[in-house]
Every structure is written in structure tokens, then in C-alpha cells.
């Protein structure tokens, strides 16, 4: 236990907590900037552990983990569960929370009381919410009482009925403009970054030159500032996997693998095994068969007793 406390005490103190500021050098300085999906403590520890800097505890639970059929079907306590459960195992990412589908929409009072749960009781340390110049006012006011967020546009999958399915954004001229403007829009609102989702890649490289805070490109091309994906969807762990994702190990097989294993040696018995046992003192362990016998013979002698008895009473009759 020492030497664990040990090892985590020297890794904590090699790297420190990231915070907004850590992200604005990290753009100032040009390196890109690395955001990942959690949904529970162990996925959220494991991007922690990595090194990642951003983690982004994101809607795409609903259908990952949840097994919803889109993101827009999440519940903010539902949110704040996964968001709680993710902030246990981080300790030096950046957290942000994503808004859930209603909850930010009708006015930016609604927006600021749901964000403040999300930081409070989802101990985030910033939100994301999905929309463009019609979010400005919003956005604004909730950065105006301290609360960051993170701009989303391009595909927002939680309108993605309006845009007419999972599409790429921006293929013309006009909406490229158009998205450029969004941009803007949400920069001007005080946006510390915005994620740019399906969108041409000259696009995503034009609004990252012109902007003077981050961007994050899914499926947007090497020129924004940094890159996010879901984790379940780079590890292999859900069937469909998008264009834009490279699936960095196939994790599914391995796990449906493992499953097998252990079924079949259950089966056969060879699980567990010796080593798989605690063990119990030689002195404990004869008293324990002693008291055993004992009580087996007393057992024995009780029923031999009741079967006398029975015995006599049947020959009285």
C-alpha cells in the first residue's frame, strides 16, 4: 500500500492539475490539445492516467453507455451521475460536462441554473453546449456568472433530426460562412474553445486561423487546434465506428475473449485455482474439520436416536 501511495504521490506531482490556463499556453505555444470521452470512474481514471488533457464526459453516453438510441434522450440527472462518477478518477485532466439535450435552450436562466448543477453536483469544471449565434446570448451570460464553456458546431448531434441526420456541415460556400460566423459569434460570447464536428477540413483549418481560441475538430481535419473522440469508439468497444474515428485497438474481441475464458474454465473447473484461494491457519483449519466430525456425529447420533424411537413405537402398537 505504501509504495502504491508512493508511486501515485511522485505521478501527481509530475503532472500538474490542467486548468484554462494550461490550455491557453498550450495553444499560445501551438500544441495541440487532446480531449477524450468518460462516462463512468474507470474510463475517466484510464484518460486521466493517460495524460489527456481535456476530459469530456459527453452526451454520446446516452448511446454508448446507456444504450439510447441518441444522445437527446439523456436526462441531466443522469448527466450528473456519470459526470460525478467521472470526477472521482480525475485528477489532472480539465472536466467538462456536456448539457443535455433541454436544458439550456428556453433562456439563459434556465441555462445558468442547470449549469450550476452541472458544476456543483457534477463536479465539472466546465460545460459544453451544442449551437451557434442563437446561443450567443446564452453562452455569454453564463460565462458573465463564471461558468466556462465550450462551443459546439458544425454537426450537433443533438439537433441532428433538423440537419437531417448525421451529416458533414459546411460543404458550401454559404454554410461555411455561415459557420464561420457561428464561430465568431461564440468566440465574441466568451467561448475558451470550440469544438468543430463533421466539417471539411479547409473549412475547420479557415475558422481555427481565424479564431483566437482553440478549436477542437472531430472529424474536422488535422488544422484545428486539437482533436476529441469517444473513447468506446477508438477502443473498439461500439460496433459502428464513424469515418472520422481511427479505431486504435479492437477491444471488443479481446474482452468477448476473455468472457469465453473464463466460462469455459468454470466450467471445467479450473477456475479458480490454488492461488485463487485465501488460505486459513493449519492449527484453525484442524479445529475447523474437528468441529466438523463433531457435529456430524452428533448429527448422525440424533437421527439414529429418533429412528430407536420410532422403532419402539412402532413395535408397542
Known sequence: VLIHVLFLS?????RPKVT???????????EPITVMTAHDFP????????GIDM??????????????????????????????AVARGTRSSFLVADMPFGTYETNPDQAVNNAVRVMKEGKAEAVKLEGGKEMAAT????????????????????????LGGY?????????????????????????????????????ARHITNVLSIPTIGIGAGAGCSG???????????????????????????????A?????????????????????????????????IAQEKAAEEQQKNGASGQAEAVAGTA
Open 167 to 203: 451529416k458533414v456541415q459546411g460543404k458550401t460556400v454559404a454554410k461555411a460562412k455561415a459557420m464561420l460566423e457561428d464561430a465568431l459569434a461564440l468566440q465574441k460570447a466568451g467561448c475558451y474553445a470550440i469544438v468543430l464536428e463533421a466539417v471539411p477540413e479547409p473549412v
Open 43 to 50: 474510463t475517466g481514471t484510464l484518460v486521466d492516467k493517460a
Open 139 to 162: 453562452i455569454a451570460r453564463l460565462t458573465q456568472v463564471g461558468i466556462p464553456v465550450l462551443g459546439h458546431i458544425g454537426l450537433t448531434p443533438q439537433r441532428q433530426a433538423s
Open 55 to 84: 476530459t469530456l464526459v459527453g452526451d454520446s453516453l446516452a448511446m454508448v453507455a446507456l444504450g439510447y438510441t441518441s444522445t437527446s434522450e439523456i436526462t441531466l440527472d443522469e448527466m450528473l451521475h456519470h459526470c460525478r
Open 10 to 14: 511522485i505521478e501527481l506531482a509530475v
Open 227 to 257: 482533436q476529441v473522440l469517444v473513447q468506446q469508439d477508438m477502443l473498439g468497444l461500439y460496433g459502428r465506428v464513424p469515418r472520422f474515428c481511427k479505431t486504435y485497438r479492437n477491444l471488443a474481441d479481446e474482452i468477448v475473449g
Open 259 to 291: 468472457l469465453r475464458e473464463f466460462s469455459a474454465e468454470v466450467k471445467s473447473g479450473a477456475f479458480p485455482a490454488e492461488e485463487h484461494c485465501y488460505p486459513m491457519p493449519q492449527e484453525e483449519l484442524n479445529r475447523f474439520m474437528r468441529m
Open 20 to 30: 484554462l490556463a494550461t490550455l491557453r499556453k498550450l495553444y499560445k505555444r501551438r
